[in-house]
């Protein structure tokens, strides 16, 4: 089809041209006496992504999974007593790695479409008396379901519980994209990829560590070889990787931050909260409900729609695909069937959008879904237009 693909799934996201260059270069030797510039220029900016000060921050050729498990594994006693919530299927996920590497995850079950409970994080501590728990996984950011939670919120339940578990945080639809404070939320352990809020193809694990959880890493008795971060952090602090690194996405990673703080952290934010209120308002306009069961939960970074009774969401993402060139996000998990999804992140503007919006309209209507055209694009465009 000519013309312009419209990647709007919740990540991958489309490639800046920028950043593009910026990889197209040719492959250096990765133990040469220039190269730790580039590990420096990277390893010592990415903390301001999160705004975190404590701790250290780290790079590995993996993708947001492999963060999962490198947490885990580096700071956590074999077989130790987790706590987590369930309310997304990327929640499920995490749970299902963590019990794959043989923790005890209790698990606190949530309604998909609902944040995550603070109150009951906080009574399932205070009732571990012995201290059982080592650590608490929390989703920032599910993107199964278009929710955001308040970490800053756990992280209060936590110390009003005074309970010593590290707080592991998946970021993976959230840093880079939306305001995350590493050290005023007290999270413990931050996981993300290179391919939502960093704009670049899939391929990096990020990893952000606080003092307090690398204390842990010498002690944690649980087995690892390739995620060990004692020995990233020995070959880190001379500008190397223990093993080759993935460069092409190093050199896009380096402009990538370059262009995030540029832009300034607060100004990113913004920007995704201005476009994802364009697309809730065409939302609205449709006539249909998001996921997300309450406006103050709803996330900044995609949009998960549920379709009305008797349509199966899987053939609005199919119609969108082949007749009008977007991809959707389908639904995952409890949802599949249920949702679509439409993602704003990244590399995207208003009239990027207004046309993603008017692919989905079309898609709706093929599929039979009662919506009037150019309603939705038309709340949106309202949103998002500056009269002078
Ligand atoms: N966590 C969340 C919230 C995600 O959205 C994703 C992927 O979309 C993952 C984890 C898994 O990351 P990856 O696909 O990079 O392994």
Known sequence: MPGRHFLQIPGPTPVPDRLLRAMHRQQEDHRSSAFPTLTKSILSRLPQIVNQTNGQAFVFPASGTAMWEAALVNTLDSGARLLAVRFGQFSHLFINTARALGYDVDVIEVLWGEAAPADQ?????????THAYQGVLLVHNETATGVTSDVAGVRAAIDRAAHPALLFVDGVSSIASLEFQFDAW???L?????QKGFMLPGGLGILHVSEKALARVDSATTL???FDLRAMRAQNANGY???????SLLFGLDESITMLLEEGMTNVAARHLRLATGVRAAVRAWGLLPCARRPEIESNTLTAIVVPEGINSSSVVDIAFRRYDISLGAGLGEVAGKVFRIGHLGDTNALTLAGALAGVEMALADAGVPIVLGSGVGAALSHWRVPA
């Open 121 to 129: 994080i906080e009574a399932a501590l205070r009732a571990d008396t």
């Open 186 to 188: 007290g999270v413990d």
């Open 190 to 194: 931050a996981i993300t990829g290179s």
């Open 224 to 226: 690892r070889s390739y």
């Open 241 to 247: 990787f223990p093993s080759t690194p993935a460069l």
